[in-house]
């Protein structure tokens, strides 16, 4: 992916999150990995967003959506409004209950880019350090998450500079070994991780996401 092009792809996906009506409220916005460093091009895109729950359900929207599309959970796990205006974009999990991270991925991403998106109800930094620690614990080494990360948006506001950091190539990270063994990680297994998390990372294709809650 041409990183100008991935870089206005970013830039869409802000403004989306800041003027659009969303399945689910979205707090933070951060890109990490090759887009990060500054990689030109790129093979893939990686985005992270910190989502909220939603405080009030809708009963009568619940029912609404299960009888007209067959999905559950409309207006609980995400927002009726924004289904009865995109009832193209809804998205259900394995149980048939409206999964927000794919509603999300449907609403924000084109399904031919290269782009994985992460979704999670807590922060990008809080998750790094847990999702460090369950792959680990269960040698799940491609579960990792790239820590080399940068905040785009959050609690209602753009970095103000951010993204014309990104673009210039501004941001210094070290090699994801070295990122890994800053957390703990000892050498020779944050070498195994690495490996396995490039090999699972080529085996994607398209536009991927990923929920997850911590």
Not at 66 to 85: I, L, P, Y
């Amino acid at each position: 992916m041409d990183r100008d092009a991935a870089l206005d792809r970013v830039e869409a996906i802000v403004d989306a999150v800041e003027s659009e009506t969303l399945p689910v409220p979205v707090r933070e916005v951060w890109v990490y990995g090759d887009v990060a460093l500054g990689l030109d091009p790129l093979d893939r895109l990686d985005v992270y967003v910190t989502k909220d729950i939603l405080l009030r359900g809708d009963g009568d929207a619940a029912a609404e959506f299960e009888a007209s599309h067959g999905v559950k959970g409309v207006g609980k796990s995400v927002r009726a409004e924004w289904a009865r205006e995109n009832p193209d974009l809804l998205r259900a999990n394995s149980n048939g209950y409206a999964a927000p991270e794919k509603c999300l991925a449907a609403h924000l991403l084109p399904d031919d880019e290269p782009i994985h998106l992460e979704v999670c109800n807590a922060s990008f930094e809080d998750n790094v350090t847990q999702r460090l620690k369950g792959a680990m614990a269960r040698e799940k080494y491609e579960q990792i998450l790239d820590p080399r990360g940068v905040c785009l948006y959050a609690d209602g506001q753009r970095s103000p500079n951010a993204m014309e950091k990104l673009r210039n190539g501004e941001f210094a990270f070290p090699t994801l070994t070295g990122a890994l063994e800053m957390l703990g990680v000892e050498s020779d297994e944050a070498n195994a991780a690495v490996e396995a998390m490039r090999e699972y990372r080529a085996e994607q294709t398209g536009a991927t996401v990923r929920g997850d809650v911590v």
